[in-house]
């Protein structure tokens, strides 16, 4: 047999069950499986700046590609708890991620010693397992336990805490004879599948909601296929999106109170069927229930069995891997397209891509300091359909979602259900570890960009190349724009004038100084027709010294985006001008027709 440290047992795992990458920061309880990391060797190391960094690293990184396990290693005590925030936007989103902490020896965890905190009590709630283990004979089942968790039923995150004298104990454990378990995952029936089929059949306007569970199931060409067997439009929601291509003829653009199209709305409030595809029924997606479940029928195909009703009780509900049941609609379509029992949805279909014709906002404007329509309009025209964009929360991913065109599966990887300032930078690093070859561009505002700002270092170091669209206006917009209701603008304004930067204005932070002392590339636009050339070369800088390079467009102070004010999708107010001539929107999916 075998025998090693129970640190190097968990390391030999994590490398058969497919791990090739880690982000973390070393302390004295997690050396020694840091020891055994470099004596293993096959994993390669990103240091972080921050350990929550670290676990925001890891989601981007399993975000990325289908089959991805992130991995976040930290020591005791503030190493786990600074993670916890990346637990939570890791489950809240079904994303595993792996995070690995030290722990105080186990004598003395109870004796209030030096770093030593019940981290397995704080992550349980936003983990589908977290453990702190007490023997070292049980870290191989632990590890092989976490990922058979991770990947089973609705996928989610793992903590293992490891003493660190559980870490050194010598165990026996024979690497090569180790197999990972069976991943579990619930498959519809062909009954099942059937009776939803029929339930499409007998609508007039059915739609297809789309969620993040297709594009972690894998099964966005079996989505499309289906789309196009039954001639059925898609909604994508926002984990969802890319789903679809956006300019797909069924592609019925996005639904809700903010991250919504208008045609998707409007095409939307037309429906009579709705199937739900791996999709949790988010309050920004639906809006009031009332408004959004009136004289519609419901499907809803879930992973989870406890996600089934859990917003409100569909007519029908399969608890079904999104690959499973979409492999079980495509063959039943399939057989009731040679039978001549698909209904002709073609008139629906075209009247979904008419109004995407008529129904756009406006992107053009020539006004300075810049609109942030104009930010979108440009990125279109630069980046192409293989970006893959990150981003998090704010008026600028708000508006991002809104502007930009997504035509690819984990091509919009978005934090969702946490949405927590400062996750963009970690996560778009992980995203460009993982795909060293893409075109990689975040989009923050000022303040998420401010929140983590430190792991662009980390970026400069490993030589981790990606462009960061900035937009600032100095304030904290969404929250700006939510505290009209109160009629306040209270602690939200981030203007102050730089001593040191005069050229500023009021605009405050220096974002280029401090990203080129980063060791970083940035450039500052001021003139939205100066956007585009900035662009361009910012992916120069990028490809020429494989780095991160910021792209700063200083905004107009006060831009209020189109959004729900009473939550209500039939009810989003259009605060700006709406494009009524084409070249209001020049890069919107359909030329507009008025």
Known sequence: MARMTAARAAVEILKREGVTDAFGVPGAAINPFYAALKAAGGIDHTLARHVEGASHMAEGYTRTRAGNIGVCIGTSGPAGTDMITGLYSATGDSIPILCVTGQAPTAVIHK???QAVDIASIAAPVTKMAVTVLEA???????????HLMRSGRPGPVLVDLPVDVQLTEIEFDPETYEPLPVYKPSASRPQIEKALRMLNASERPLIVAGGGVINADACELLQRFAELTGTPVVPTLMGWGVLPDDHELNAGMVGLQTSHRYGNATFLESDFVLGIGNRWANR????????TAGRTFVHVDIEPTQLGRIFAPDFGIASDAKAALELFVEAARESKAEGALPDRSAWARAAQEKKARLQRRTHFDDIPIK???VYEEMNKVFG????YVSTIGLSQIAGAQMLHVYRPRHWINCGQAGPLGWTVPAALGVAKADPEASVVALSGDYDFQFMIEELAVGAQHRIPYVH???NNAYL????QAQRAFDIDFQVNLEFENLNSPELGFYGVDHIKVAEGLGCKALRVTDPSELGAAFEHALKLAAEHRVPVVVEAILERVTNIAMSTTNDISAVVEFEEVAEEAWHAPTSIRTLKT
């Open 372 to 374: 942030p329509q104009r």
């Open 385 to 388: 359909p293989e970006t893959r």
């Open 469 to 471: 669209v900035l937009v």
């Open 285 to 292: 997606h639906t809006g009031k229930l009332d408004v959004y």
């Open 477 to 480: 917009g969404l929250i700006r």
């Open 112 to 114: 209030e010693d030096f």
């Open 137 to 147: 004979a049980q870290v191989p089942g632990v590890f092989q336990q976490a990922f």
